[in-house]
């Protein structure tokens, strides 16, 4: 009688145990991977199938941002990019390191930084993308892409403003029920 040792699998001629009960041991894969690197490369595959492409220009030109612009994006890369390392990208690096092409570039040539770092800086990403129908905050100057054509403020403005247009009015009636 045999030993049975570790799951069994089916048993055909030439067959060799799925990858799934070598990886569930901690053993490589039979593609040569580790577990632990198949979920890497599955996570990144995920990544390129959810992240759209950058949008292009009517020309199919890529976005471009002035020199002031790529200053405020490099701050915003430095400051908030998960994939940035000292001017190199995690991303992109293959067993060597590689520069942030981001960084580097006028253009807006990397997906991660316009889907996931640039949406935190409004006032940027309006000026870069929509800069046909920006409008300027009338209390900051901060460039914003308008909700409607009576805007005349950025979202954080607005809240302000807003509050204190509350209040005056809700002060006026007061005094009017006193009188």
């Not at 145990?17 to 041991?25: I, N």
């Not at 580790?34 to 759209?52: G, S």
């Not at 390392?85 to 390191?97: M, Q, S, V």
């Amino acid at each position: 009688m045999i030993p049975n040792f570790g799951p069994n699998w089916p048993e055909v001629a030439g067959s060799v145990p799925m990858s799934e009960y070598a990886a569930g041991m901690g053993q490589e894969r039979l593609s040569g991977r580790t577990a632990k690197e198949d979920k890497t490369v599955k996570t990144e595959d995920y990544m390129r199938e959810k992240l759209q492409p950058i949008e292009r220009r009517p020309d199919g030109s890529l976005p471009r941002m002035t020199p002031g612009q790529r200053r405020m994006a490099n701050a915003l890369i430095r400051a908030t990019c998960c994939n940035y390392d000292n001017g190199n990208c995690i991303l992109l690096d293959d067993g060597e390191e590689c520069v942030c092409v981001q960084s580097i570039s006028y253009s807006v040539c990397c997906t991660w930084f316009r889907r996931a770092v640039l949406p935190q800086d409004k006032a940027l990403e309006a000026e870069i993308f929509h800069d046909d129908n920006v409008k300027r905050c009338a209390v900051c100057g901060a460039a914003f892409v308008p909700g409607s054509n009576r805007a005349k403020y950025c979202e954080t403005c607005a809240k302000r403003i807003h509050r204190k247009q509350k209040n005056a009015s809700g002060r006026k009636r007061c005094s009017k029920e006193d009188n």
